[in-house]
């Protein structure tokens, strides 16, 4: 069973900085790929961060290079983003992501599972 739970949205003024965690079920976490995307109203869906989980492969859209760092606990099975110097531009939607291990990390593949979405607003 994959699940995925994002937390640790927010607001926040521009400048500032959020860190989101995403769990994942243990099967999930051993066997994907996984990734944040996001999706501001009016917007389409666009891939932020994405990481290999087994090798720490990293890959970052142009938009939050330099800016977001995508990072994995093992322990505990737990996915995160760390946002720093957010810009207005930065308010969406933002959900985990999971997809097979083919082409990881990749940001231009379809994903097959996706959490709830956590809420990042900066004004």
């Known amino acids: 069973h994959v699940q995925l739970v994002e937390s640790g949205g927010g607001s926040v003024q521009a400048g500032g900085s959020l860190t989101l965690s995403c769990e994942a079920s243990v099967s999930t976490y051993n066997s994907a790929c996984l990734a944040w995307f996001r999706q501001a109203p009016g917007k389409e869906r666009e891939g932020v961060a994405a990481i290999d989980p087994d090798r720490g492969n990293t890959y970052y859209a142009d938009s939050v290079k330099g800016r977001f760092t995508i990072s994995q606990d093992n322990a505990n099975n737990t996915l995160y983003l760390q946002m720093n110097s957010l810009r207005p531009e930065d308010t969406a939607m933002y959900y985990c992501?999971?997809?097979?291990?083919?082409?990881?990390?990749?940001?231009?593949?379809?994903?097959?599972?996706w959490g709830r979405g956590t809420q990042v607003t900066v004004s």
């Open positions: 992501a999971a997809r097979n291990r083919e082409y990881c990390p990749t940001l231009s593949r379809d994903y097959n599972y």
